[in-house]
Each structure stands twice: as C-alpha cells, then as structure tokens.
C-alpha cells in the first residue's frame, strides 16, 4: 500500500517528494553528464525540462511550485548580475553601455518590424510588438560565465548594462502596445508611467542601501543575513512591477544597490552563490525546458515558417549588435562572442510579452473565433525561439568565456612556480575572529588557495587543559569562517613561552609575508601590545604587518582612509602593502582616499589609472597636523594608516603619538595600522628570493612600477 502510494502508476506525477527527487536528481547528473561531451549545462537542465515536462514524456506538470522556484530562479539570475557587476567598471563603461542597449535594442526593433510587415504579413502593432520580442533578452549564460570567472570582464559589464536598457525599452514598447489595443495611451498614461519609475529607482537606489546598511551592523547570524538580502531582492520585483515594468529590472537594481555591503569575498556571498546556482537557477532553466513542445514542428506550414523567420531574425539581429560594439570599441573576437552569448538568449521577457500579446484580442472572425494581437504561430515559434537561442547563447558563451579564461591565466602565470603569498593570523579572541579571517580572505589573492593560517598560542606553563580547550575552540571557528567563504585555512596551535616567541616562531617556520593582528573593539592600542608589536614583533618579522580594530562590520565599511607618509615609496615593501588595499577595494567595493606627499600619489594616481578602482588623492605630507584630518572623516570610514619602523625612510616622529590619537579621538572607528616590509630588519629570512614576486623589490629598487605592475597580474 505504502509502496504504491510512492511509486506511482499514473503520469504526471503527483507526489511531491517523488517530484523534487526528480529535479534533484537532473540538477545532479546533468552537469556532469553533459561536460563530458562539451554541453554547457545550462542547455542540459533546458533539454532535460523538454523531456520530463507536458510537451515531452509528460513526467511532470508546469504546475505553480515549478513557475514559482523558476521565478525566483530568473530574478536571482538578474540580482546576481547586479551584486557581481564591478561598480567602478560599469560608471566607467556606462556610455558603452548606452551604446550596445541602443544597438541591441534599434536593430532587432527596425528588422522585427520590416519583416512583420513585410514578410509575414502582419499588422503593425503586432509588427511592433513581434519586434520587441527580438529587442529583449535574457543573461541565461551569465552564470556559467561567472562560474568560469570572467564575470567582471569589461565585455560582460557592458553586456549587463546594456541588458537593462534592452529589456527596460522593450517592455516599454509592450506597455505602450497594449494601452494602445486597449485605449489607455494618453497623457496621464506617460506622467503615470514617468513618474512610478522615477519613485521605484530612487527607492531603491537611495533607501535599500540604508536599510542594507542598517541591517548588516546590528544583525550577524548567517540565516537571517540570507533571508534579509532574499527580502530586498523580491521587495525590489514587487515595486518595479508596481511601476508598470517587469520585476527583472527591480532585482537587477536591488544587486545594485546592495553591491558595497556584500563583498564578494565573503560567506555571504557564497552562501547567495550556492543556493542560487544549486536550487533557483536550474529550476528556472527546467521551467523554460518545459515549455518547448517539439511537436509544433509538425503542426503545420505556418508554424514552421513563423519559428524560422523568427530565429533567424533575432539571432541575426543580436550578432549584428555584438559585432557591431566589437567594432565601436576595438573587443577581441572572444569579448564578441561574452556580448552575443550573453544577449542572444530569448527568455523571460520575451516570454511575458508573448503570453500578454497572445491574451489580447483584437476582433473576431465571422466564425466568433478570437482574433489576436499575437497568434498561436507566434506563440509556438517563440517557444522554438526560445530553445534555439538558448542552445546557441550557451556554445558560443562559453567558447568565448573558456578563451579568455585560459588567455588571463597565462598571463598570470609568470611562472612555473606559484605565488609564494602566506596570511598568519593569531587569534585569542572568539569575538573578533570573524572580523580577522574575513579580513584575511579580503586581502589575499585570488590565486591565493591554501596560504591562510590560524595561530593559537598557548602558554607553556599553563598544564591545566583549559587552555588548549578554547585555543582549539577558537582555531575551529576561524576553520569554519573561512570554510563559509570557499577558502581553506591551516590551523596552527602552538606552545610558547609567551605570544611574540609563538608568533615570530611561527612566521620563520612557514615563510609567512603578511601578519594580521587584531585589537579588541572595546579596547584601543595598550601600552604591553605596543611594547610587544615594536620590541617584538616587528623588529624580527619582516612581513607586511596589519593591526586591525574592527568597530563596526567590515561590510558595513564606506570609505577606507589611507594615509601614507612621505617616501613610503621608496620602502621595499611599498608594492606588497598597496596590493592588499587595492584587494580591499576590488573585494569590497568601498571607496579609498589616499592621504599622501604628491610624489607618492603620483605612483599610486599611475596605478590606478591601469588598474581602477574608486577611490580620491588629496595632498597631505605634515604629520604635525594629523589630527586635522579627523574633520574629514565621517561615520562607516575605516582608516588605514602606513607607519613604519624608526629610523627607516618613511618614518616620521609623530607616528610614535597614533597610538594615542587612536585611543582618545577614535574610539568607535574602525581602523588598520600598516607597518610595511622594510630593508634592514634583523629577520628577513621569510622572504624566498628564487620567487619572482620578491626578487625585484629587494634588487631592483629603482623600477618599482615593473614590480607593482608583476603583482596585479597576480592578484
């Protein structure tokens, strides 16, 4: 009896928990099936929908548990686009943009109207409409892009811009089609229409920061962080369709707007990855699969003419616009086929205006049959359009994404050896562990995999247990917050006799290059830490050096503050430091402001313009006047401050009151105290000269833009 009840006899089938295994199973073996033959698996979870669904083997319905996961799929897909988008890269492309949402929308409008009219004879509404269908487009392919690792290639960020201004304009012209059919078109339909787009865009552009902001200080705990960005992205759909345009426009900006306060390093992040592209997205791709019929093909004539000219047309046209942007912008062959595989694929918003246009009716014939405004030709060849350029987005996207992949890992690769980078981080503290790996994995570089390492010390006198008890407790929940964000850290427990022997111990034994230290957030810098940190620790370690203080989360974060004395780049390990505040920046989004001597910002001004990222250069080289400074600041800055080690270049006297000013005048900011690696430290054994990355800043003083230049390609 039970047996029965599960192993049904009947199709479709109707038992949910047989269903979901169904699914699962798909999501599960299709990739892997398919990659062995070279199939983008997005084309598998469509194919797979088609056979399993009404149209195929008739496994399952497209019920409103399939239409409702696939909903969601599609809106993460748009909000994944707008949280992975680089900021600095999309104002910086914005006029590309422009330019490829104009071509990817004028050509399919001016071709998918010219062939209505005139090929297939149709009225010039539907002309219209038809048309419209060609302009929009779905990014189908940007998670296999993303999965590969170019997302934030300049091609797809104009891609991603220009989609908005696509799919914006076309479900416009649906607007402007149906109020026509319908007699709504007026003036008080274009100030209607006018100004709920004007309150929708500042509402979230403005306020969904705010609350984001709001939010990510006062809440910590992963599932309600999750929830709380599920809440915006649908909040953002639910106001976009209240003003009048489609809920993917509403997603794409709440990625947008909650871009800064989700770096993309950390376990937020992947935890939005994960169950995107594990649940919602292939759920998505199943739905859009079971909506192909095959049989249409032999339905009749018409069918088949409408779907060829149909496919040939949008797939013309969109090409037409990628080659055309290749030209405008001088894009690689490759960049062309990230633009064309990302805007060829027809999808939901094509879907919806079909379904719309397909409702409406016009008239009747003198039989009573219903006249409308798009026939079932149209509708069944969007349907063929729809798995036709799917198929051809999915091939060519990934050809391209795989060439560019291959092309920017060579040029990484400078040689056989990798990247000797390694991150000690010494924790004593269960409350501020989070902060501390978090900023670990914000720094380091992407290729970067298993340089992370945790450090608990123990003191040698203490035999009673407890002690190495909470080391391991606390070794654990650094393993756990770096697991979160895809990174594995060594832990490291280590008897000693106090913690400057365990930490330069450690640093010697594992050759590590940049140390982090972290302060209490209720204590500042006192007077046994700093004895420690300069008797200690950095007179015999030799490592990029970092005191953090986290008093706030380091997403929460809106400028970094970075002040620099004057000849710091003149110091060995200027290229070493700045890399990791660049990290910061690309990681997090965040604004930088460097504070320096105009030589230095100079130099930094020459790397930013090859390397962008957002960020201001002010003049400033009177470390009298430091205090000054702090009228400049506002609430969620961070400031980092460069120091240096006495008696060296960049040293100035002042530094020895930091300690004080940070104390007194900057008790709730957050702040990082760099102390650079610099010639003529007693221990300088850490540092491998047969790697490449170090040679040239301790021989080749006088060229460090090769050297800085060597470490981006590495970043």
Partial sequence: MILSSVLETTLPLTNPVVKFLLILVIILFAPILLNKIKIPHLLGLIIAGAIIGPN???????????????????????????????????????????????????????????????????????????????????????????????????????????????DTLALLVLAVIVGMTTGEVNTAFWIRLSVSILVFGLIVMLIFPIIGRWFFKRFDDNVSQYIFVLVMVFLGAVLAELAGIEAIIGAFLSGLALNRLIPHTSPLMNRIEFVGNAIFIPFFLIGVGMLINYRVFFKDFETIKVASVMIFVATTAKFLAAWLTQKTYKFSVDERRLIFGLSNAQAAATLAAVLIGYNITV????????IRLLNESILNGTILMILFTCTIASFVAQKGATNIAHLENSDTTTDTEKSQEKILIPISNIETTDELINLGVTIKSKKNKDGLLALSIVDNNKMDGSSEKQARKILIKAAVTASATDNLIQQVLRYDLNIVNGITSVAKEHNITDLILGLHVNKGISDSFLGNLTEGILTKCNT?????????????????IIIVPENAENEIGFP????????????????????????????????????????????????????TLAGNFHQDDNLIIVLSRKDKPSFHSNMTKIPSYLNEYFKDT??????????????????????????????????????VARLFRNK
């Fill in 56 to 166: 195929g083997i008739n496994l399952m319905e497209r019920d409103s548990g399939i239409i409702l996961s696939g909903t969601a799929g599609l809106l993460y897909i748009m909000f994944l686009a707008g949280l992975e988008i680089d900021l600095v890269d999309f104002k910086k492309n914005s006029k590309k943009s422009l330019v490829f949402g104009l071509y990817t929308f004028l050509i399919p409008m001016t071709m998918g109207i010219i062939t209505g009219l005139y090929v297939l004879k149709f009225s010039l509404p539907t002309s219209v409409l038809l048309a419209s269908m060609f302009a929009s487009h779905t990014l189908i392919a940007y998670p296999l892009i993303s999965k590969m690792g170019v997302a934030k290639n300049k091609a797809v960020n104009i891609t991603v811009g220009g989609t908005m201004i696509t």
């Fill in 363 to 370: 008239g009747q014939t003198e039989t009573g049959e219903p």
């Fill in 544 to 560: 990029t050096s970092l005191i953090y203080k986290p008093a706030q989360p380091f997403s929460t974060i809106k400028r970094h």
């Fill in 576 to 627: 070493f430091w700045i890399i990791k505040v660049w990290n910061i920046a690309r990681n997090s989004g965040a604004k930088l402001i460097f504070y320096a001597a105009q030589e230095t910002l100079n130099l930094i001004q020459e790397i930013q313009t090859k390397h962008p990222i957002a960020c201001e250069f002010r003049n400033f080289n009177n470390w009298d006047h430091f205090l």
């Fill in 670 to 707: 957050s702040y990082i105290l760099i102390y650079p690696m610099q010639s003529g430290v007693a221990d300088s054994s850490q540092i491998n000269l047969k790697n490449p990355t170090f040679i040239e800043p301790l021989e080749k003083l006088d060229d460090m833009r090769k050297t």
